[in-house]
Structures are given as structure tokens and as C-alpha cells.
């Protein structure tokens, strides 16, 4: 008989600190099965900021494990870590535009330095993905002087690029603007038709481009953890 799958990202009774809208610790158990698309609820931006640094290993649950490809983050020391780290594309605001880099290469730093990929194929696949995103290329300015527009499609990219193993999106570094609904799902359904994992981190389950994909699983996050919840 076959083993069962190994998920690519376990979290098992993982706490957060402090959260912003809860005074009681957030145990928090779940499993991502690979090649499927999880929602997560979270309604404090902050909160889902904590989390998206609990799944990839940034920060250290105050209890419980958190497992990327079956290895506990915490057994792994900081090289190690950024190693596994590559093979997670992140779509967020923070962390990822270094005040020594532009933009342009803050996108592209990690596909050339972690992976044996020609340059001008890696800005190839960005630039593709900047179209799709809205953006006519990747902006080449620093983060102060890119607009904000730019900045949000910028960090679109740098998630998917590269053909990552898991992916996760943090919907509230979006600002609910509303025409990336549509290219964000492609974006999404391409990555699942690839094998990629994704873990979207909504606001609301009501936002407009989650409407477009049939989650796996879906969850809110309580004063009691995770909770299963239909979407309407």
C-alpha cells in the first residue's frame, strides 16, 4: 500500500505570540497537501503578516513545530534555512525590497543566485509575469520613488516566479485592488497545474480574485486556532 503524501507545509499546535485582536495564545494545527490551494481567514493584517513569517520559518512558534518538506525549521540553523527558503515564493510587503536594491533586482536576486537559470530566461519569465500583472516590465527604481501600484504587482511576481514548491499569498498586501483578481487566479491556477501548493491568507473570504479558484480546505483564524469553514 502506498504511503499517504507528505504535506509540503505542517503546522502542528504551532502558537503565535501576542496576536493583535485576541488576548489568549493561538494554537494552530494544519496540514497543506501538495498541489492543493488552502484559504485562511485572518482579519488583522498583522496577524497575517505573523503568520506568513510562522509557515516560512522567519519567526519561531513560542510552542509546537512548524515543517516545510517534512523538517522542522527550527532543527535547520540560518543558512540552511534560507536555503529551503528558495523554494517558497511569497507575495507580500515585507522583507523583500532591501533598501541597497531596486526593485528590478529585489525581483530577480533570488531566482539568480539559488537556481542554475540563464539571466535573460529569468527576466524573461519576470517580464511575462509583469504583463500579466498589469505592469509593462518590472519597475527598475527604488522602493521610495516606485509607486505603490507598481510595488503591489512587483511583489505579484516575485511570488510566482521560478516555479516555486509552495506559495503563499498574504491577500491584505494586495489592498483589495480589485483588477488584480482576475491575472492573480491565472497566476494561481497555473501554479497548481504545475504542482506548486498555495496558501492564500485572505481578509475576507469573500475576495474578489478567490472567487475565481476552488479552494481544497478553508479556515478561519479564532481565539481557538484554525477553524473549518464552508465558503458561501
Known sequence: MARPARPILSLQAATFGERQLSTTTTRI????????????QVDDEIDAAALVDLCIGLTAPTDGRVRFLGVDWQSRGPRAQLMRRRRIGTVVQTHVWPAHMNVFDAVLVARFYHFDRPRAEVIAEATALARLFGLPGLPVGRRETTPRRALIRAACVRGFLGAPDLIVVQDQALEATADLAVPLAQ?????LDRGATVLWIVESLAAEAARFVTPDQVFRLGDQGLVQVRRR
Open 29 to 40: 494545527d494544519l496540514e497543506l497537501p501538495r498541489g492543493g490551494i488552502t484559504l485562511v
Open 187 to 191: 497566476a494561481i491556477v497555473e501554479a
